[in-house]
């Protein structure tokens, strides 16, 4: 099965633009809370899909390579290779769900990998810009064992486009402010209300639903928590207030916060504390500070 050229041209749009554009549009008619489109972090998050720190490239290349060097020969390799478009998919969809589950699921329970997804976790108003707010490491580790199984497995290339056309959406429209049918949930399908539990800040939805577009995984270990909205309203508040909504400060807190667990850090930093208030007390400083001109600054 060969795509026609204008058609590959769309699929490659609407992964790259087409749905980072639109979804914020349909969201302005069709949604579940009302809020601004020019919402803190919104630059940010603008930024996310296409900003340069490509490191994350370089983990998943990295983790091929030692994992399947290019000799390899292994059981399965190029599986897909000659599979038909609904069984690849199938199969594609369960490893996919699987794969993001577990790295999900490790990102909330392990400390060390929880302060770089809490990045994701951080912003407070959920709509589909928010959904790609993450930590390069934590990006890495949920997309890289994914693109090393289809490496592996090798699907035929016009079927991996419509996959990630699709997981595209489904990414964006999960995290989304859209008002969609919750009878999607009966054919295992996710959606902005189910994922929006994971988001709040509600306690007895900390942990839950950390499937991505599918919910059989939720389902299968018991983490599912969907409560009927005439029995407990849906949730409105979200994240983490106080975090920093700065895409570069984003990459270098986790490193802090987790630094900070340490004797030696948290001593460096109470040196560098101490000194900045000597210098402050200084005479001179005093001095400059009688100053109009330097008070003003
Ligand atoms: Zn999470
Ligand atoms: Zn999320």
């Known amino acids: ?72 020969n292994g059981y399965l390799q190029g599986y897909l290779s000659d599979k038909s478009f609904i069984y690849t998919m199938i199969i594609l969809i369960i490893l996919g769900e699987i794969v993001f589950y577990t ?78 049918p919750r009878i999607l949930h009966k054919f295992l399908i996710s959606s902005p209300h189910f994922h929006r539990w994971h988001h709040a800040q509600d306690r007895e939805a900390w942990d839950t639903n950390f499937s991505g577009n599918f919910i059989f995984m939720d389902l299968i270990f018991k983490t599912a928590y969907d409560p009927d909205p005439s029995i407990k309203a849906p949730p409105t508040l979200f994240g983490e207030e106080g975090y920093t909504n700065n895409i570069i400060l984003h990459q270098l807190l986790p490193f802090h916060f987790l630094l900070k667990k340490t004797l030696f850090y948290t001593a460096l930093c109470q040196k560098i504390n101490i000194a900045y208030q000597q210098i402050r007390e200084h005479k001179w400083h005093q001095q400059l500070l009688r100053l109009k001109w330097v008070r003003e600054l």
């Open 103 to 180: 790295a999900h699921y490790f990102s909330h329970k392990i400390p060390f990998l929880w302060e770089f997804h809490r990045v994701h976790h951080s912003s407070t108003m959920l709509d589909s810009l928010s959904t790609s707010r993450f930590h390069i490491f934590d990006r890495a580790l949920f997309t890289a064992p994914i693109l090393v199984i289809i490496a592996y497995l090798t699907p035929r290339p016009e079927i991996v486009l419509i996959y990630e056309f699709a997981r595209g959406f489904m990414d964006r429209f999960i995290h989304s402010n859209l008002n969609a």
């Open 1 to 72: 099965m060969q795509l026609p050229e204008l058609l590959q041209t769309t699929l490659y749009f609407f992964i790259a633009y087409g749905w980072v554009l639109s979804l914020p549009i349909l969201e302005r008619f069709w949604y579940i809370q009302k809020q601004p489109l020019l919402r803190q972090g919104f630059v940010s998050d603008l930024l996310y899909p296409y900003h340069p720190f490509g490191i994350e490239f370089f983990i998943i290349v990295g983790f091929a390579w030692y994992v399947f060097p290019a000799e390899h």
